[in-house]
């Protein structure tokens, strides 16, 4: 969807073992035409993974981390309280250069959930851990 490569994991959450699906993607290709807002939700997933990613990486941690407190300090890197897009493009490009401005917004606007244009300690917490049940209440 992105057009980014993308590795990934899974660890299975219950000692009864799971049970792991497969989509063909000319199904997956039919669901995102009848239903558009599973796609824009999907990508917004990716761009967050791609970010806290690139936070992960530039601590030298192992991926995922559950402190978002560290995180988000070595993401604010002016120190600003904030998180803004400069400090995004950054982050994402010191991991991935072919990062574009685009790709860039489209990040920032996931993170962003109170749309201000910067991503304060509440949102990046939400997002980090995330925790968006209650990203309307911020």
């Not at 057009?3 to 899974?10: E, F, T, Y």
């Not at 993607?25 to 690139?54: M, Q, T």
């Not at 991926?63 to 950054?90: G, H, L, M, W």
């Amino acid at each position: 969807m992105t057009g980014k490569l993308r590795n990934s994991s899974a660890l299975c959450a219950s000692e009864q073992g799971c049970v792991a699906q497969r989509m063909d993607g000319v199904d997956f290709r039919k669901l995102i035409e009848v239903a558009p807002n599973v796609k824009d939700s999907l990508l917004d997933l990716s761009r967050r993974r791609a970010f806290k990613k690139s936070v992960v990486s530039k601590l030298k941690k192992a991926f995922p981390y559950q402190n978002p407190r560290e995180a988000f300090d070595a993401a604010d890197t002016n120190k600003s309280n904030t998180i803004n897009i400069e400090e995004v493009a950054k982050l994402l490009r010191e991991m991935d250069s072919t990062y574009t401005d685009e790709d860039i917004e489209d990040v920032i606007n996931a993170l962003d959930l109170k749309k201000s244009g910067d991503v304060n300690f509440d949102e990046f917490k939400k997002v980090f851990i995330a925790d968006l049940r209650t990203s309307e209440s911020i």
